[in-house]
């Protein structure tokens, strides 16, 4: 059974940081690519960054720059550190594979709200 715990979220002022965490129970994890997603409300799930499973990194162009994926594949962990937030970013982040599937499981996520 896959699961995906998310934490870290919370309420910052613009132009401030946050830091994701992500710990996935998930068998062979070091093996996959992983991907934060967020979710922002009456907008469709959209991927802002992945890691592949060698630490190469991409970005959604609206956060590059401003955030930095990686993974500590001993700890099956994967992080989002998130810098010069802005009010466009607020939406709920979910760490996931990069696996195109229609029934995947799915975390909680973890709520950012960046306002003054």
């Known amino acids: 059974h896959v699961q995906f715990v998310e934490s870290g979220g919370g309420l910052v002022q613009p132009g401030g940081s946050l830091r994701l965490s992500c710990a996935a129970s998930?068998?062979?994890?070091?093996?996959?690519?992983m991907g934060w997603y967020r979710q922002a409300p009456g907008k469709q799930r959209e991927l802002v960054a992945g890691i592949t499973s060698g630490g190469k990194p991409n970005y959604a162009d609206s956060v590059k720059g401003r955030f930095t994926i990686s993974r500590d594949n001993a700890k099956n962990t994967v992080f989002l550190q998130m810098n010069s937030l802005e009010p466009e970013d607020t939406a709920v982040y979910h760490c996931?594979?990069?696996?195109?599937?229609?029934?995947?499981?799915w975390g909680q996520g973890t709520q950012v709200t960046v306002s003054m």
């Open positions: 998930l068998s062979g994890f070091s093996i996959y690519a």
């Open positions: 996931n594979t990069l696996i195109r599937a229609p029934n995947k499981s």
